[in-house]
Every structure is written in structure tokens, then in C-alpha cells.
């Protein structure tokens, strides 16, 4: 999904962005100088992102900051950001950037729209073109190899995680990896989704977003996974009985750090050995795959 509503008049010279991933994308495009506004969640570039407004957060913005900035066009995404705060937006006159990339692709389609609005593409070239590259090169390093089984974390207390309608599934995928628990699906109340409880099939959840799962490290032990990717070192204490080996990544990287963290974990998958390798910014360490 992509769309700029109401469409833009001109070329934004206001910016507020909700989303961090394309702020660091639109330092990236050279509109340092047009970016008035961020949320507390934009954290990169540094050290430049400390100059600008903060608006609040990704799901409780001030939209009256954001109206003060008077911005030409906002920056949002379809989950992570409330309807209503991009409706209000909207009402208001000002042009929305709305979208909703699932795939390695659409990411990739998204950072192209992003810098066609903004009209930085000359910019975005040597982005765009070292994505495709990278793209290409590690679907072609793993297609033909067998598929290592990954449990990612995203969360824990309770422990989430990732199925096949998330980005971080479809990244995992074209580096080689096979998500564990691809088919599983969020379960209402909590209770539920660890087990303990009957599901709830009511209107009472209908619309809710399922894409992560809270799991128990039981039924993920049951899922018998080769490599558990894990966001951060903090998380190593609960898997001290050495499931599978552990690859700290953190594939919810910015789109336009995506060909770092394709080409080293594909590498990793493919089975090249052991390895200590950088995967934006986060020190990667893996042991004990082998070449099949």
C-alpha cells in the first residue's frame, strides 16, 4: 500500500516523519534540512536527529505539534501509526506519505516512492541500486540451498515472535531461513495464545492484529529450530540450556541498511563457516552451521 493523501502540490520543503525507519532514510536523501519533525522513536542518523522536534511517539503523537511545524507532508505507516492521527492530518490539508511495506520488495518499491515524492531520486540512486544488488545477489546465494529453521524473538515478557505476513519473516526467507512459526497466529486473550486458556473466536477480536504470536520457549523447543535470532545479547540468559545456536541481528533494520543485513545473514545461512560479522551496527555472532 502507497498512497500521498491529499497528493501533494509541490516539492515538500516541511517534514514531519512517524516513522523511523524512513527518517533515517530521508537524512539518507539529503533533506536533512526539511525534516522539522520526529518521534521519540527516531534514533538514527545520529548525531543529527537530536536537532530536530520531537512529536511524541509512533502511537501517541501530539498532532497539534504537528500542525505547529507546519508541515507539507507527513511521513506514516499503515500499522504503526493510528488512523485517526492520519485522518486528522489529512483534514487539515496537509499531503500524508501512507505506507505498508510486507516484503524485502515493497520496501524497496517504498524507498523509490518516498524519493519520488520528495524529489531526491538522483539521491536515492546509489540507495536503491546497492538494495536491488544485494537483493539479487543473496536470493541467488540461497535458493538452492536447504533451508536453515529460525526462531526470531522480537519480544519478551511474554515472549513474541514473528509469523509469515511480517517483513522480518519475508527477510528471513530470502536469506535462507525458515521461520518456525510462519503459520502460527496470535491468539485472544494471552492466556490463549500461551495454551492455558480457550481461544476467543468473537467479534471481540475480529480485525485484531495476529502477525506475532506470544509464544511459550516450550513450544518453540518443540519447533525444533536450528538458529535462534535474537534482537539483542539481554535475551541469551533465557536460552541457557542451548537450544540452537544464537545470531544476534536485529532485522528490523532501516530499509535503506536492508543489503548489509541480507548479504552477512545470508552468508551465515548458506553455511560459509564460522563467522563474526557486522549486521548493521550489531556485532554478529555465530557458531555451528555447516555447509549442505
Avoid at 516541511?14 to 518521534?39: C, D, K, N, Y
Avoid at 519480544?155 to 515472535?161: A, D, E, G, L, S
Wanted: hydrophobic share 40%.
Amino acid at each position: 500500500m502507497l498512497t500521498i493523501t491529499p497528493p501533494l502540490q509541490r516539492t515538500p520543503q516541511r517534514i514531519v516523519s512517524l516513522v523511523p525507519s524512513l527518517t533515517e532514510a530521508l537524512f539518507t536523501f539529503g533533506l536533512e534540512q526539511h525534516i522539522v519533525g520526529i518521534t521519540d522513536y527516531c534514533t538514527e542518523p545520529q548525531p543529527q536527529v537530536r536537532t530536530k522536534v520531537c512529536i511524541g511517539g509512533i502511537k501517541n503523537p501530539d498532532v497539534e505539534a504537528i500542525l505547529q511545524l507546519t508541515p507539507d507532508l507527513v511521513v506514516a505507516n499503515v500499522k504503526e501509526n493510528r488512523r485517526e492521527d492520519i485522518e486528522f492530518l489529512q483534514s487539515r490539508g496537509i499531503s500524508v506519505f501512507i505506507c505498508f511495506p510486507q516484503t524485502v520488495v515493497e520496501a524497496i518499491v517504498t524507498l523509490q516512492a518516498l524519493a519520488q515524492a520528495t524529489r531526491t531520486e538522483e539521491q536515492a540512486l546509489p540507495v536503491l541500486a546497492r538494495l536491488n544488488s544485494a537483493y539479487e545477489h543473496t536470493t541467488a546465494l540461497t535458493t538452492r540451498r536447504r533451508k536453515v529453521r529460525v526462531f526470531c524473538p522480537v519480544w519478551k515478557h511474554p515472549w513474541m515472535t514473528i509469523n509469515q505476513d511480517t517483513f522480518i519473516h519475508d527477510m528471513l526467507a530470502i536469506c535462507g531461513g525458515a521461520n518456525v512459526f510462519a503459520k502460527r497466529e496470535r491468539r485472544f486473550p494471552l492466556a490463549a495464545d500461551l495454551g492455558q486458556h480457550p481461544e476467543l473466536l468473537d467479534t471481540r477480536v475480529t480485525g485484531r492484529d495476529r502477525r506475532y504470536p506470544r509464544v511459550s520457549l516450550d513450544e518453540m523447543a518443540r519447533l525444533m529450530p536450528e538458529v535462534i535470532l535474537a534482537s539483542c545479547p539481554t535475551n541469551h540468559t533465557a536460552f541457557r540450556k542451548q537450544i540452537a545456536p544464537i545470531l544476534w541481528d536485529f532485522l528490523t533494520c532501516p530499509p535503506c541498511t536492508i543489503a548489509e543485513s541480507m548479504s552477512s545473514t545470508a552468508r551465515v545461512s548458506a553455511g560459509t563457516g564460522p563467522a563474526w560479522m557486522k549486521v548493521w551496527k550489531l556485532c554478529v555472532s555465530f557458531r555451528g552451521l555447516k555447509d549442505n
